[in-house]
Nanobody
Framework: QVQLAESGGGSVEAGGSLRLSCVAD????????FGWFRHTSGKGRERVAN????????HYTDSVKGRFTISHDNAKNTLYLQMNSLKPEDTAIYSC???????????????????WGQGTQVTVSS
């Protein structure tokens, strides 16, 4: 069992930055995939980025490439999402998730993730 807890959300103006953190309380296997998702009432849940815990291989959705960076600190067992050049369309509830399936991380759907954090609100004003 792994518990995930996010922090770092808030309100910023367009062009600003935020860093989200997600502490994993429990053992994370190296072949696990971490993901950051965001949810809005209009678009539903969207995967923003994912990372393989052991290799740190990352993938991003096109709309955040070059602006967001996902990383994982193995020693602290903490997942991060550095968000730069934020846009109003980035406004959403952001959640971290962990999948124990040993596979190519981008191939996972949201339903393949076993553990989820509670979510943190990010609001970007124009």
């Amino acid at each position: 069992q792994v518990q995930l807890a996010e922090s770092g959300g808030g309100s910023v103006e367009a062009g600003g930055s935020l860093r989200l953190s997600c502490v994993a309380d429990g053992y994370v296997y190296p072949d696990s995939c971490f993901g950051w998702f965001r949810h809005t009432s209009g678009k539903g849940r969207e995967r923003v980025a994912n990372i393989k815990a052991g290799t740190a291989t990352t993938h991003y959705t096109d709309s955040v490439k070059g602006r967001f960076t996902i990383s994982h600190d193995n020693a602290k067992n903490t997942l991060y999402l550095q968000m730069n050049s934020l846009k109003p369309e980035d406004t959403a509830i952001y959640s971290c998730a962990l999948s124990r399936r040993n596979t190519y991380c981008p191939a996972l759907s949201q339903y393949d993730y076993n553990y989820w954090g509670q979510g943190t609100q990010v609001t970007v004003s124009s």
